[in-house]
Structure formats: C-alpha cells, structure tokens
C-alpha cells in the first residue's frame, strides 16, 4: 500500500527488532540475519525523511518555499534571514527548488547510511505444494543497494516493491536462477 502511495509506515515497522517480511496469512517469510539493517535513523536518514515528508510525489526536490518548515522540522536554524540565505546557496539560479542532492549535502555532507550495501536474504514459502517432497526450502539471494535516489520500478515483483519503500534503490539477486521468490 505504501509503494502505491495510500499510506506510509512509519519507523517502527521499518525497524522492527527482527528483520523479516512475512505474510501470516500464506507462512511466507522474508529473512535476514544482518542486524545494521534495523538500526536506528542516522541524522542523515533523518534529514532524509524529513525532506522527502514535503516532496509526496518523489521528485527529489521541493519548493524553495518549504525550506523554512523543513529546517524546522529539522530543529535546525529556520529563522528567515538564515532561509533566505540557504535558499540563495541551495537555489543559486532562482528556479524555485531545491534539490535533494544539494539540502543533504549542504546539511549533512559526511554521514552515510547505516545500512551495509550489500547482504544476503532468505525466503521460505509455506504454503503446501511450494516445497517439492514435502521438504522445507529457504531461496537466498543478495541483495544490493545501488547508490542514488532514483527508484527503480519492478511492478512484477510485489516483495522488491514493498522493500523498496525502505531501500527505493535495492536490486535483489536470487542465487537459484529458475526460481524467483514473491509474496504472490
């Protein structure tokens, strides 16, 4: 639902104490061992969430207008000589927007993310017929987080989708190349 933009989970459920995906309807699991995944928003990822709150249609930019009320959000400086002189330094040629490129790294430009560029994913399906012989089989793949912010699109997997509203950048390589897991 949030891929589709008719709401957006919050940082609890982003960050849950036990990395998993899962479907308690249909006992599928989406699984992970590594523990940087669900480690609390860096400053950096804060000012990230924050910028992006005003920018709905996830262009990457905001009005220049809105700086003010970001900062604020922010706790930071959003008296209106410092806008003004923010809005001149992050909008030099007075288009009227202010890029995501520009606000993270005038405001935060040494942070990286806290969450590893790469690690492995296991996924078990358990509904009856999906493990041949009656076996339990996990599929592991890797997965990938691509720098940028642009998002990629894989309308045909709803498990990428549905990670992509944590990591819009994440490409997921599955190690069985016949098999490609969903939450389908």
């Known amino acids: 639902m949030e891929q589709m933009r008719y ?29 940087k995944l669900v480690s609390p928003e860096t400053p950096s990822e804060h000012g990230r969430r924050i910028f992006k709150s005003f920018d709905p249609e996830g262009n990457n930019f905001i009005a220049s207008s809105l ?3 970001v900062l604020a959000q922010l706790n930071l400086v959003s008296e209106q000589g410092y806008v003004n002189l923010m809005m001149k330094r992050l909008d030099p040629e007075n288009l009227g927007i202010i890029l995501l490129n520009a606000f993270m790294e005038e405001f935060f430009p040494c942070e990286r993310h806290s ?3 790469t690690f492995e994913l296991m996924h ?28 990629s699109m894989c309308a045909s997997n709803p498990m990428v989708t549905c990670l992509q509203t944590k990591w819009p950048n ?3 390589n599955w190690h069985d190349p016949c098999h490609t897991p969903s939450l389908n």
């Open 7 to 35: 709401c957006t989970v919050g940082s609890f459920y982003k960050n849950p104490r036990y990395p998993r995906l899962g479907d308690a309807v249909q006992t599928r699991i989406l699984t992970c061992h590594e523990k």
């Open 67 to 69: 700086l003010r009320e």
């Open 115 to 117: 969450a590893p560029d």
């Open 124 to 151: 078990y399906n358990g509904i009856p017929g999906s493990n041949g012989n009656n076996k339990v089989r996990y599929y592991c793949g890797s997965a990938i987080l691509l720098e940028g912010d642009l998002k």
């Open 170 to 172: 994440i490409e997921i």
